[in-house]
């Protein structure tokens, strides 16, 4: 079997089962917990609007605390919404997920990509700066943070690899030269097994924990 | 208490009251074996470990931001004050135990089991340099509440017998005697008879029905009498039926500070049956700020049902009267800044009620850059002020709110926790500061009109 034909048929596979069996079983090891029925007479009954408002207004810092932290919260800003452009607005990833589901929407432009590859690199490469250089954070960080790090940046350099090939071309079939589009759909199929089981399931996380927490302060009638 | 019987004497003359400062410090109570320990933190901990705890234990990524909240990082730049950190031992043994993957953690040994030096480390972390005042969670982009973690890590800390000196022999003095500072039923009647003489205000005690209980910090009854006063000038004002209950006054909780959810229930236990047995519809909290916390949010979970009447704290009770008519205030010309107690406002929302106190007395409020809900701690709360060892650091901390006081340029300053006053006491005597941190109700009784 051939590099890419393994990446494209039993490693695809292999990782969406990992994402899918990682991400329900580690919701379940939080959903399986109990709840204590608590018995003070709430402030407000209004706790899914709380939990709703908390998911929300925790994609932005209080005023209080934004000049310690806007710079950070900006640049977590770029590489997200630069990961974004790159996966969901790039022709052979629109193709690629069509391959697999069906579906297909319009691509950005050219110029749009350009900007998520840039932003992407920089602002992964500066949080990596930031993680070296903050007492704090280099206290904090464990295995975790770094693999973490390294695996969402992985697809970015193995894609730059396969980058020659033009913007708006569609998905190859039979690409000229297999191996580094087998290497970047193998780094692709990393992230895509390594985020249950890491830091990088706070992509739904947040919306557990901040959500727990907005329900329990809107019972107090307590800002968040 | 390793070692001696302890008697802890009370130091009741400084501007902080606690135990005396101890010749030899007892960090760790009781003869056990590690393996015991370590053994009693775990099911402690596991015992009270919900849904919500294991969503904010799985949710961190490590982005550092709570310690750009905390006024310990903050004062000191020291990173091992960063909030989560204060958790470290606790995430690992989560992981390692009862995680969704623990037993991937397990087999591959990718997190150590936690030692008994780990936790006696943490010590300082989970008590001295945390006021439980939650205002990481404020700033967390995930959402943790990482002071609820606290809480639940305090309980493990007690069970393997890991509690602070000072803040295990005032909480064992509050079991034993009814109260931390010695305010024992006998000292309270003594005092309330005082006060009542010497203030020529009516101050019923033990009434077999009331409409209201009335209760106190042992602070104000043993530091701030003026409180006590104060408090029944205000019953008395506004028209309710009400009495002291020499059965349930102490309103302080220091099983929940110290972490004894044992202690915790006994001391909330005893101000629910004092209620229920005087009939009460309403049983007021004192200016105290985890009273509120104990009672308000936590004492219904200790009786296990509804509680039969309404909990105020005494800021909300002053709002609700002025608002019903009960009470009516004189104006004051003055400027006025508030210092939001933590467990009142940020964690018990009841932020409001305090600044419409203020506007009755007419008063012109100058905040704080960061107030209500984002407002800083004082830095004595959760038991901190009760440490020794701790002061030094709390001062740091509570040099951030000094300056923000100072910078409101306000005439005067209350609020509405004892606690917080006698840490403000403290730092005032420690700095030399000029201001003095008053009383939102002393205030209040003192405009009370006719």
């Known amino acids: 079997m051939e590099l890419l034909e393994f990446a494209r048929g039993p490693a695809l596979a292999l990782a969406l089962a990992l994402f899918v069996i990682g991400t329900v079983w580690r919701l379940a090891g939080i959903f399986r917990r109990p709840v204590k029925p608590d018995y003070s007479e709430p402030r407000s009954t209004a706790v899914a609007a709380g939990a709703l408002k908390a998911i929300a207004t925790r994609m932005w810092h209080p005023a209080n605390f934004r000049s310690r932290t806007l710079v950070g919260t900006l640049n977590a800003y770029g590489y997200h919404l630069g990961l974004a452009v790159v996966f969901f607005g790039f022709v052979p990833h629109i193709a690629f997920v069509e391959r697999l ?59 730059m690899a396969v980058i020659s090939l033009p913007i708006g071309a569609s998905y190859p079939g039979a690409p000229a030269n297999p191996v580094p589009v087998a290497m970047h759909l193998l780094s692709f199929e990393l992230l895509l097994a390594w985020l249950p089981f890491s830091k990088l399931a706070h992509a739904f996380l947040a919306f557990v924990s901040r959500g727990q927490t907005g329900a329990a302060f809107a019972r107090k009638g307590a800002e968040l | 208490m390793t070692g001696a019987e302890q008697s802890h004497p009370l130091d009741l003359e400084s501007p902080r009251f ?41 949710s961190c990524i490590h982005c550092g931001n709570c310690a750009e909240a905390c006024h310990f990082y903050l004062a000191t730049g020291d990173p091992k004050y960063t909030p989560i950190w204060k958790l470290e031992p606790f995430k690992q043994a989560y992981k390692r135990e009862a995680g969704p993957f623990a037993w991937i953690y397990r087999v591959l040994n990718l997190k150590r089991a936690v030692t008994v030096a780990e936790l006696e480390e943490w010590q300082e972390l989970l008590y001295d340099s945390c006021t439980m005042c939650g205002r990481c969670t404020q700033i967390c982009p995930m959402g943790i509440d990482i002071a609820s973690l606290v809480g639940l890590a305090r309980h493990a800390m007690f069970e393997a017998g890991l509690v602070p000196h000072e803040l295990w022999a005032v909480a064992e003095r509050a079991e034993r005697e009814g109260s931390p500072l010695g305010a024992t039923p006998k000292v309270l009647k003594e005092r309330l008879e005082w006060l009542a003489d010497d203030y020529e205000v009516d101050i019923p005690v033990d009434r077999p029905e009331a409409e209201v209980l009335a209760t106190f910090s042992s602070i104000e009854i043993m530091k701030y009498p003026a409180s006590l006063v104060a408090t029944a000038r205000v019953l008395n004002r506004s028209g309710y039926a009400w009495t002291v209950s020499t059965a349930g006054y102490e309103a302080t909780n220091f099983g929940m500070l110290s972490g004894n959810l044992a202690w915790q229930r006994d001391m909330s236990m005893k101000l629910i049956e004092a209620a229920i047995a005087c009939k009460a519809k309403l049983l007021v909290l004192p200016e105290c700020g985890h009273a509120y916390t104990a009672l308000r949010w936590q004492g219904a979970n200790m009786l296990g049902r509804p509680l039969p009447f309404r909990v105020l704290h005494i800021s909300e009770f002053l709002a609700e009267a002025l608002a019903a008519g009960r009470i009516a205030l004189r104006r004051l010309e003055k400027s006025v800044v508030f210092h939001d107690p933590c467990q009142v406002s940020r964690r018990g929302g009841a932020t409001a009620a305090p600044r419409e106190a203020l506007a009755a007395l007419g008063v012109e409020l100058r905040e704080t850059r960061d107030a209500g809900g984002r407002s800083f701690c004082c830095g004595g709360g959760g038991g901190v002020v009760t440490i020794h060892r701790a002061d030094e650091l709390r001062y740091g901390a509570f040099r951030i709110k000094m300056a923000q006081i ?36 002393e205030l209040v009784a003192e405009q009370l009109a006719d």
């Open chain 2, 18 to 58: 606690s135990i005396e400062k101890p010749a030899a410090r007892y960090d760790k109570q009781g003869e056990r074996a590690d393996a015991q320990r370590l053994a009693a933190a775990s099911r402690a901990f596991a015992r009270d470990f919900g849904r919500a705890a294991a969503a904010y234990m799985e």
């Open chain 2, 406 to 441: 100072d910078a409101s340029g306000a005439e005067l300053a209350v609020t509405s926790c004892s606690n917080c006053r006698q840490s403000f006491d403290d730092g005032r005597a420690h700095f030399g500061w000029e201001r003095q941190m008053g009383s939102l109700l």
């Open chain 1, 101 to 159: 589901t069906g579906l297909r929407w319009p691509a950005v432009p050219d110029w749009l990509f350009a900007l998520g590859v840039a932003l992407t690199f920089v602002g992964l490469l500066y949080a990596l700066m930031v993680r070296l250089s903050s007492p704090v954070l280099r206290l904090l960080s464990n295995f975790d943070d770094w693999a973490s790090w390294a695996v969402t940046m992985a697809p970015m350099v193995t894609g």
